[in-house]
Nanobody
Framework: QVQLVESGGGLVQAGGSLRLSCVAS????????MGWFRQAPGKEREFAAA????????LYADSVKGRFTISRDNAKNAVYLQMNSLKPEDTAVYYC??????????????WGQGTQVTVSS
C-alpha cells in the first residue's frame, strides 16, 4: 500500500513563506506525476499544483500561480511545495498525491494525513 507523508505545515503571518514536503513510498515514484491539493474548512478539496515525472513540466491553479513552486527529488521519493506571499485564503490542509498523466489536476491514489497550513492576517 502506498504511503504519503506530508510535513512542513504550520502557522504563519500573511506575506510569509512555508515549504511543504511529501515523501512517498511507491516504487514507481520516479515515473509518477505528482500533485499538491488543499482543503479549506467547509470546502471541497482542490488542486493546487502538479509536476511531471521529470520535473520539467509544472502546472498551477490560478489562485497560487506566481506564489507557489512545486519541485521534486526522485532520489528521495519526495515532492515539495514552496509557498511564498501567503494569504489567509491559503489556510487549508495540504495533501500530496499521484496524479493522472493525462490530466495533472486529477488525483489517482490514496490520501495521506495532510499537513495543516494556517495563515493569519
Amino acid at each position: 500500500q502506498v504511503q504519503l507523508v506530508e510535513s512542513g505545515g504550520g502557522l504563519v503571518q500573511a506575506g510569509g513563506s512555508l515549504r511543504l514536503s511529501c515523501v512517498a513510498s511507491q516504487r514507481s515514484f520516479s515515473t509518477d506525476e505528482m500533485g499538491w491539493f488543499r482543503q479549506a474548512p467547509g470546502k471541497e478539496r482542490e488542486f493546487a499544483a502538479a509536476i511531471d515525472w521529470s520535473g520539467r513540466i509544472t502546472l498551477y491553479a490560478d489562485s497560487v500561480k506566481g506564489r507557489f513552486t512545486i519541485s521534486r527529488d526522485n532520489a528521495k521519493n519526495a515532492v515539495y511545495l514552496q509557498m511564498n506571499s501567503l494569504k489567509p485564503e491559503d489556510t487549508a490542509v495540504y495533501y500530496c498525491n499521484a496524479v493522472s498523466s493525462r490530466n495533472l489536476r486529477l488525483p489517482r491514489g490514496s490520501w495521506g494525513q495532510g499537513t495543516q497550513v494556517t495563515v493569519s492576517s
